[in-house]
């Protein structure tokens, strides 16, 4: 996200000691080293309204997303939550109070992510789940709505589960195994299920099982996507990614997409990475930030002065990321 007008990085919360961010299409989301669940409006930075106020207190999280005005948690103890983030909004204007609803209560989650209005998330046996459409307002034509319902609908993979991610309205999910395997299902337009010719059309939007993807030899430790492309950091560091390539979105100067897990930038060490819209960012071994793709509103981070970043490029700041204290 960009809040600084000269395409640069920019503080846009106040606080410090945070453990985990999420930003979403009405909130920022983040977590504190105590699990304290906090939230800042995006409306409210446009007004210089930086400081992010508790919610859900006194619950204690290990992360949280929100996405076109649901929100979802998983909490210390394993619970997974959903709530109405719009109305939470204006119930800290003197609307009526919102608290958040458990999904699948007694059971225990490690990990979950929101695609549109639906959540994924995995417990701690390994296994996927699948809500139905959390909002009303925002079906896709055919689906089911989660309405008063607690459960959760199963989606099969022939492993134990670790990770899972989903996205605003990227179509593909894509989860990681205790073995350091890629799994998926949804959408492979452009190769972001990373199947290859198995993948080209994708799978339905209520698949009841996940596909293996093939990486050979290499073991992932962890997963990001956005819309039309999927990356993963390997466990000795590198950087992978599938899917679009068109206008450079997986760092690569070729200008075209791949459908298989592809090195990205050899040699170079990770720590982490997100998908954006059009491209990526990733935290280098030195915690220096990198970007690529698409530089809409300067999202890369360069000042505003390039229209795309063809392969990875260091953003302009001196700040060193990734540490925890």
């Known amino acids: 996200m960009q809040f600084s007008p000269g395409g640069a990085p920019a503080l846009v919360v106040e606080g410090w000691g945070y453990r985990f961010v999420s930003a979403g299409n009405r909130s920022i989301l983040l977590i504190d080293a105590e699990g304290g669940l906090r939230r800042v409006s995006l409306r409210g930075l446009g007004d210089g309204q930086r400081k992010p106020l508790r919610i859900f207190a006194p619950r204690r999280f290990l992360l949280a997303h929100e996405n076109w005005g649901t929100g979802i948690a998983v909490d210390r103890d394993g619970g997974l939550w959903y709530w109405d983030d719009e109305a939470l909004e204006r119930s800290r204007s003197g609307g009526a109070e919102v608290e958040p609803v458990q999904l699948e209560v007694g059971s225990r989650f490690v990990d979950a992510c929101i695609q549109a209005t639906r959540l994924h998330a995995v417990d701690d046996a390994g296994r996927l789940w699948r809500s139905r459409e959390l909002r009303a307002t925002s079906q896709r034509q055919g689906a089911l709505p989660q309405g008063a319902s607690t459960r959760l609908d199963p989606v099969a993979a022939d492993a134990q589960l670790l990770q899972v991610r989903c996205r605003e309205n990227a179509s593909q999910v894509i989860a990681l195994d205790a073995q350091g395997r890629l799994w998926g299902y949804g959408s492979g337009t452009f190769g972001e299920l990373g199947l290859g010719d198995d993948g080209e059309g994708g799978?339905?939007?209520?698949?009841?099982?996940?596909?293996?993807?093939?990486?050979?030899?290499?073991?992932?430790?962890?997963?990001?996507?956005?819309?039309?492309?999927?990356?993963?950091?390997?466990?000795?560091?590198?950087?992978?990614?599938?899917?679009?390539?068109?206008?450079?979105?997986?760092?690569?100067?070729?200008?075209?997409?791949?459908?298989?897990?592809?090195?990205?930038?050899?040699?170079?060490?990770?720590?982490?990475?997100?998908?954006?819209?059009?491209?990526?960012?990733?935290?280098?071994?030195?915690?220096?930030?990198?970007?690529?793709?698409?530089?809409?509103?300067?999202v890369l981070g360069d000042g505003g002065v390039a229209r795309a970043h063809e392969v990875p490029l260091p953003v302009l700041t001196d700040v060193r990321f990734g540490g925890r204290d």
Do not use: M, Q
């Open 203 to 298: 799978t339905p939007y209520d698949a009841p099982a996940l596909l293996p993807i093939d990486s050979g030899d290499t073991r992932f430790a962890t997963i990001a996507v956005s819309k039309d492309i999927t990356f993963a950091i390997a466990t000795d560091g590198s950087l992978w990614g599938f899917g679009r390539n068109l206008d450079h979105e997986l760092g690569l100067r070729e200008g075209s997409s791949f459908d298989r897990p592809t090195p990205l930038t050899p040699g170079r060490s990770w720590l982490a990475v997100a998908g954006t819209f059009g491209g990526g960012v990733a935290i280098a071994a030195d915690g220096s930030a990198h970007a690529w793709g698409g530089n809409t509103y300067g």
